[in-house]
């Protein structure tokens, strides 16, 4: 008698996005947004952190290995440290971005 092999491949897809949402250090609303930008320099990009529902927007030019992670919790010092002024503009050499209110723009998947 032969053995039945049933064959089951369970297909199990997990895909494990991280949210790209973070607890804004100001309101406390998960609504913070970092995305990146490239910069001309290979070894830094620029990241941009928007709060939507307290305003909070600040720009950090960071080393190019640092993750969303590493830049929110410099945010995160940045508010505590009452210096978040420090970034509201674009950093020095930084081009202006061409099309304000582009949202959802990221490079990441
Ligand atoms: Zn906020």
């Known amino acids: 008698m032969a053995r039945r092999r049933r064959k089951r491949i369970k297909h199990v897809k997990k895909v494990l996005k991280p949210s790209r949402y973070f607890q804004c ?3 406390g609303a998960m609504t913070l ?3 990146f930008r490239k910069l001309d320099s290979a070894d830094e990009k620029l990241a941009e952190a928007k709060c939507g529902t307290c305003g909070l927007h600040c720009y950090l030019k960071v080393p190019a290995v640092l993750d969303r992670v590493d830049v929110y919790n410099k945010i995160v010092d940045l ?3 009452d210096r978040l002024s ?3 503009a674009l950093p020095e050499g930084v ?3 061409a099309g304000e209110g ?3 723009e990221s490079e990441e998947e």
Do not use: F, K, L
């Open 33 to 35: 947004t970092i995305d």
């Open 25 to 27: 250090p100001r309101c």
């Open 86 to 88: 420090e970034c509201e």
């Open 79 to 81: 508010v505590y440290e």
């Open 102 to 104: 582009a949202e959802g």
């Open 95 to 97: 081009a202006a971005p």
